[in-house]
C-alpha cells in the first residue's frame, strides 16, 4: 500500500477540492467579466441618452469666430472739428491763420480789378476793410493768412462750425440767435449800424408805382433775401407774418423779385456793380424803391463768428479790437478801405 501521507504524493480529496476550486475560480472570473461588459454597456446606453435628450450642438463654422478683442476700431476723429486745432497754439505752431471769405465784392470785402495800373501789384488779391483787418490780426499772430473763399453766404457762416477755418470773417450781426450757436467777436465797425433798403416790384400796369402801396401790405408780402444773412432774421423779426423767400445770393434774390416769384427784395452788402444792376432796373421800370427799411434794433454790432467754445482765440481777436479802435487803426483802415474802394470802382 502507498503511504498517502508521505510528502509528494497526492491524495483524491486534497485533489477533488482542487478541481473544485478552479472552478469556483474560472466561475468568479467569469462573472466579473460579465460585470465589467455590463458595466460599460450601461454607460454607453447612459451617455447616448444624455445627448439624445440634450440640445443637439450646432456644426462648427468654416470661419474662425473673432477673438474678443478683435473688435472693429472707433472712427478717429477729425482735429479740424476740435477746439483744440483752432487754438492759438496750434495756428502759431502750424504757422497759418485760415479764414473764411466771400468771394463776390462787397464795400467791406472785394477783389482788385486787374485792369487799373495804380493796383497792378494787387491785382486779383482781396482787399477792404474786412481782408485788411484780418491781416493784421495774422501779423500781429505772427502766422502767414489764408483766405478759404465761399460763394453762398450760408457756407461761409457755417465754415468756423464745421472747422473748416479758425474764423469767418465778414460782417457778420451780432445777433442773439448767432450767439447761442457761435462764438463771435466784439463789433468790428467804426460806423453806425444802417438798416436794409426794400426793393419792391413794380406794377406792370403802372410802371412808376410798386405793387406794394403801404407797410401793411409788406408786412404780409413775400419778401426775398440771401439764405443764411442776418437780414433773412430780421425779415421774420419785423415781419413775422411776412413769407420769406431765401436765395443763394443778392443775383438769385433779384432774379426772384424780376420774375415776380417775390414782391420785395432785401439784400446783404454789395458792391458798385451790382448797385448798377439795381439802377439800371429801376430805370427800366422793373423795381422801384421804398422807404421802408428792415433793421433789427436788437443787433450789437457786426463781428466774425468762430466755432462755439473756441473763447481763446475769440478773446485774443476782441483785445486785439480794443486796441486797434483806441490806436485809431480801425478808422484808418476803414478810410483806407473806402478810399480804394472808390478808386476802384467797387463802390
Known amino acids: 500500500m502507498y503511504d498517502t501521507n508521505i510528502e509528494g504524493t497526492t491524495d483524491i480529496n486534497t485533489i477533488y477540492s482542487t478541481e473544485e476550486n478552479m472552478k469556483f475560480k474560472k466561475l468568479i472570473l467569469r462573472m466579473i467579466g460579465l460585470a465589467i461588459v455590463v458595466s460599460l454597456c450601461g454607460c454607453g446606453v447612459s451617455q447616448e441618452g444624455t445627448e439624445a435628450d440634450s440640445t443637439p450642438s450646432p456644426s462648427p463654422s468654416p470661419f474662425p469666430s473673432p477673438s474678443p478683442s478683435a ?14 486745432y483752432h487754438s492759438l497754439e496750434e495756428i502759431q505752431a502750424r504757422g497759418t491763420l485760415f479764414v473764411a471769405l466771400q468771394s463776390e465784392n462787397s464795400k467791406m470785402s472785394y477783389w482788385v480789378p486787374e485792369d ?31 483766405f478759404v473763399l465761399y460763394d453762398v453766404a450760408e457756407e461761409q457762416l457755417l465754415s468756423a462750425e464745421a472747422g473748416d477755418v479758425d474764423f469767418s470773417a465778414n460782417v457778420w450781426s451780432i445777433t442773439d440767435d448767432r450767439l447761442e450757436r457761435f462764438t463771435m467777436t466784439d463789433n468790428i465797425l467804426v460806423t453806425d449800424i444802417e438798416g436794409d433798403e426794400v426793393f419792391l416790384l413794380a406794377d406792370p400796369e403802372q410802371p412808376t408805382r410798386p405793387l406794394i402801396d403801404s407797410e401793411a401790405a409788406l408786412s404780409v408780402a413775400r419778401i426775398a433775401a440771401v439764405k443764411g444773412t442776418v437780414q433773412v432774421d430780421n425779415i421774420h423779426i419785423q415781419y413775422p407774418e411776412a413769407k420769406v423767400l431765401t436765395c443763394a445770393d443778392n443775383a438769385a434774390v433779384l432774379e426772384a423779385l424780376l420774375a415776380g416769384e417775390a414782391d420785395a427784395a432785401v439784400f446783404t452788402t454789395y458792391d458798385k456793380a451790382f448797385a448798377d444792376i439795381l439802377v439800371e432796373a429801376i430805370l427800366d421800370s422793373r423795381i422801384c424803391q421804398c422807404e421802408y427799411e428792415i433793421v433789427n434794433p436788437e443787433i450789437q454790432g457786426v463781428g466774425f463768428v468762430l466755432m462755439k467754445g473756441n473763447t481763446e482765440l475769440c478773446d485774443y481777436i476782441n483785445e486785439r479790437l480794443a486796441q486797434y479802435r483806441s490806436s485809431g487803426l480801425l478808422q484808418e483802415l476803414n478810410d483806407l478801405s473806402e478810399t480804394e474802394a472808390k478808386a476802384m470802382g467797387i463802390i
Open 116 to 146: 487799373i495800373p495804380e493796383y497792378a501789384d494787387r491785382a486779383g488779391q482781396p482787399s477792404g476793410y474786412v481782408p485788411f483787418l484780418c491781416q493784421q490780426l495774422a501779423e500781429d499772430l505772427g502766422v502767414k493768412l489764408e
Open 71 to 84: 473688435t472693429e476700431p472707433e472712427p478717429t476723429q477729425d482735429p479740424k472739428t476740435t477746439l483744440a
